[in-house]
T-cell receptor, first 114, second 114 residues
Framework: DAGITQSPRHKVTETGTPVTLRCHQT?????MYWYRQDPGHGLRLIHY???????DKGEVSDGYSVSRSKTEDFLLTLESATSSQTSVYFC?????????????FGQGTRLTVV | AQTVTQSQPEMSVQEAETVTLSCTYD???????LFWYKQPPSRQMILVIR??????QNATENRFSVNFQKAAKSFSLKISDSQLGDTAMYFC???????????FGTGTRLTIIP
């Protein structure tokens, strides 16, 4: 299995509180991604990174920010959580772009905003 | 923008039978990649098969094969001799050549009946 770890695996938080999810990899892959998975929507890209301090938005980036200060860590922050952000969040890594090389996914984080 | 459509939200089949999952996509590009991912109840995303659009030969991986119809923009997955372990959500995904990002369909929940 690819060395990719998400933490926490489960979290319940209150509306309006900040939340940070962490993705850690041991593969030294250049690209890292955050997706959210919701019923009827499949996986949708939130943000991705193509190197340290290099990030870009995906299709559902509103309300989320990311940071990548080290190759191995990619953080996703919900500045003020809302109920619409209740979802399962997946981190993925790939050596090059996801089209050109295989993407490996973490186990997911189930976030519930109450 | 690229879109991926999976028109079968749920399917079920008897063990040992063959099942075909449908996927259509929309793109104006000529070079791209197509994927099928499997997500069992464990939530882990697993790459099943990958097809490069410039290759006319359909990809196969053991019991899994695809029917790639480029002109029709269709990319179906055939599972032969289905097994109980094939029970999962299956996602079709697309990426442009040289693009960093995957676009996913909404998924098909497949149940293999003993």
């Amino acid at each position: 299995d690819a060395g990719i770890t998400q933490s926490p695996r489960h979290k319940v938080t209150e509306t309006g509180t900040p939340v940070t999810l962490r993705c850690h990899q041991t593969e030294n892959h250049r690209y890292m991604y955050w997706y959210r998975q919701d019923p009827g929507h499949g996986l949708r890209l939130i943000h991705y990174s193509y190197g340290v301090k290099d990030t870009d938005k995906g299709e559902v980036s509103d309300g989320y920010s990311v940071s990548r200060s080290k190759t191995e860590d990619f953080l996703l922050t919900l500045e003020s959580a809302t109920s619409s952000q209740t979802s399962v969040y997946f981190c993925a890594i790939s050596e090059a772009g996801q089209g050109d090389t295989e993407a490996f996914f973490g186990q997911g984080t189930r976030l519930t905003v109450v | 923008a690229q879109t991926v459509t999976q028109s079968q939200p749920e399917m079920s089949v008897q063990e040992a039978e063959t099942v075909t999952l449908s996927c259509t996509y929309d793109t104006s590009e000529n070079n791209y990649y197509l994927f099928w991912y499997k997500q069992p109840p464990s939530r882990q995303m697993i790459l099943v098969i990958r097809q490069e659009a410039y290759k006319q030969q359909n990809a196969t991986e053991n019991r899994f094969s695809v029917n790639f119809q480029k002109a029709a923009k269709s990319f179906s997955l055939k599972i032969s001799d289905s097994q109980l372990g094939d029970t999962a959500m299956y996602f079709c995904a697309f990426a442009n050549f040289g693009n960093e990002k995957l676009t996913f369909g909404t998924g098909t929940r497949l149940t293999i009946i003993p």
